[in-house]
């Protein structure tokens, strides 16, 4: 029998076009990307949030509280794969279009025809899938030109599918290069912020936020550095401020919607505001504050004159929702500032919510719509067995542990009780036996915002535990029981093994 007579359908399929079907993924993956950079008209953005959204709850769960970034990490990695394999099944699917039609010389056709077919179908963006579309082409047409053989014979010849390869390779390469370079326009310079009056005030407040800041290095300043991020998607919405309208629908007199420039037209204030999210670890870094530029949202949401109702749900561009009581609406804010400048795109530019005193959770960012609803309904969150909507826990938290010269040690760290106030952070390095008082910074404006402290004391020999608790406003001491963060957010004092080289006992 002659090698190019197929015995059975399985034959045709040789080793070499899975070789150049996979191949023709890698490359049209890296063609989406040179086009789309890290946002959602990327193939692997969808893919990644789809993984995220249809994994069972417990899954989800469980890789937030083990795995933490990790897990988004993990959850990056697998959309990528399975970007490449769904590609991959288009470029074969191509190859054999174009064999059973006996135009083997369409096959680089077929497959980017295909392949831009399927990443339409999964981004809905035309651009990035045609970069894919011709990405996968390329690929297989030198797999072809290279090929002794024609492709008729699926790739046997080894020339072929090397060239496959390696021309996969210069796409990969030239695609990440110009996906990262074009990554820089969908996260635009950010730039002051439209709002004069609003603008005069940013300069002696953050002034303000330095000067007050402890004087101690390696404790973060009372203005974050580097503000942590929680998102439902791998990749984050961009959202031109042209395109952006508020909605405030539902039970109301009548609805009203808000464009850019009306929102940054109005009476503008400046808030210090902290967030903390419900499922970060107790020590862990998901606690941070900033100075936010904004209107409070009533002034927005009064117009359309809402109804006596008990709740409102907030809607996204990305697809995200939360939903709380509208009394806790009444103190909130839109802000479309941050630290002075416009807000970054991974905060929710053009706007975003900020609630005081409440976890994260429902600090919708990318904000277009909000909802006042007549019955009590679940967010995001919420379906997936979270408990995040009401007060934020207090916490102190022990970011900063140095041993110094002569037998001295200092702790420090920030802590928070929402809009219950900090009124002080004590210290014990015996066991609770004795607690003393640790130094705080000065409070910033504000009803929601963290402080700093630290401590400073003679350290016993060797390893030895310490324990911080905050103390609120009112004299509430922090609660000492150790809960998880799901599904009600982390309770409990940190403590750390300061002394002998020991690193922390509880979650860094
Ligand atoms: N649209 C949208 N808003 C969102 C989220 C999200 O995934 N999508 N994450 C929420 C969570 S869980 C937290 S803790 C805060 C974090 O805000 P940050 O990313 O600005 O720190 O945003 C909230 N708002
Ligand atoms: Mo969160």
Redesign the pocket.
């Known amino acids: 029998m002659s090698p190019s007579a197929p015995t059975d359908r399985l034959e045709t399929v040789s080793l070499g076009a899975i070789a150049v079907s996979l191949s023709a993924g890698v490359a049209g993956v890296a063609g989406s990307y040179a086009a789309a950079s890290f946002t959602p008209a990327f193939i692997a953005g969808p893919i990644a949030g789809l993984l995220a959204r249809r994994l069972p709850s417990v899954v989800v769960t469980y890789s937030i509280l083990l795995l933490g970034d990790l897990g988004s990490q993990l959850n990056v990695v697998a959309a990528l794969a399975l970007s490449v394999l769904l590609l991959a099944a288009a470029t074969g699917a191509g190859l054999a279009v174009a064999e059973r039609l006996g135009v083997a010389g369409a096959a680089p056709q077929a497959a980017g025809v295909l392949a831009a077919i399927a990443a339409v179908l999964v981004t809905g963006a035309t651009i990035p899938s045609l970069a894919a579309g011709v990405a996968v082409a390329l690929v297989v047409a030198v797999a072809n030109l290279l090929s002794l053989t024609d492709c008729e014979a699926g790739f046997r010849d080894r020339r072929g599918v090397l060239g496959g390869v390696a021309s996969a390779i210069g796409v990969l390469g030239g695609g990440y290069l110009l996906g990262s370079s074009s990554g820089a326009s969908s996260n635009p310079e950010p730039s002051d912020i439209d709002n004069d009056g609003a603008q005069a005030e940013i300069g002696p407040l953050l002034q303000e936020a330095n000067d007050k800041s402890l004087d101690v290095e390696g404790l973060e300043p009372l203005v974050s550095e580097r503000?942590?991020?929680?998102?439902?998607?791998a990749t984050d919405p961009t959202v031109s401020p042209d395109d952006w309208t508020l909605s405030i629908t539902g039970a109301v007199d009548e609805e009203v919607s808000y464009t850019y420039d009306e929102v940054t037209g109005m009476d503008a204030e400046n808030r210090f505001v902290t967030?903390r999210?419900v499922?970060e670890k107790l020590n862990g870094r998901?606690l941070?504050n900033a100075l936010w530029t904004g209107v409070p949202i009533m002034d927005l949401v009064g117009p359309a004159g809402p109804a006596d109702e008990c709740c409102v749900m907030l809607h996204?561009t990305?697809g995200?929702y939360q939903e709380f009581p509208l009394s806790a609406l009444e103190d909130g804010f839109l802000a479309y500032g941050m630290n002075g400048e416009t807000l970054p795109r991974?905060?929710?530019s053009p706007a975003r919510v900020l609630i005081p005193g409440h976890w994260?959770?429902i600090?919708?960012?990318?904000v277009t719509e909000i909802e006042v609803i007549e019955e009590e309904a679940e967010g995001y969150?919420e379906e997936r067995g979270w408990h995040g909507t009401g007060p934020v826990k207090t916490v102190a938290k022990m970011h900063l542990v140095e041993e110094l010269d002569g037998g001295r040690a200092r702790v420090g760290g920030h802590a928070y009780a929402g809009t219950r106030g900090i009124g002080g952070v004590e210290v014990t390095t015996d066991g609770g036996e004795t607690w003393t008082d640790a130094t705080l910074s000065e409070p910033l404006p504000g009803e929601d915002v963290w402080r700093q402290w630290v401590h400073e004391y003679d350290a016993p020999e060797g390893p030895h535990d310490v324990t911080v608790r905050a103390i609120e406003a009112d004299g509430t001491v922090q609660p000492s029981e150790r809960t998880d963060a799901f599904p009600r957010g982390p309770s409990g004092w940190v403590t750390r093994t300061v002394g002998g080289g020991g690193g922390g006992r509880f979650g860094r």
Do not use: Q
Request: with cysteine.
């Open positions: 503000f942590y991020e929680v998102d439902i998607n967030l999210c499922g998901k941070d996204a990305d995200y991974g905060h929710g994260g959770e600090n919708v960012k990318w969150w």
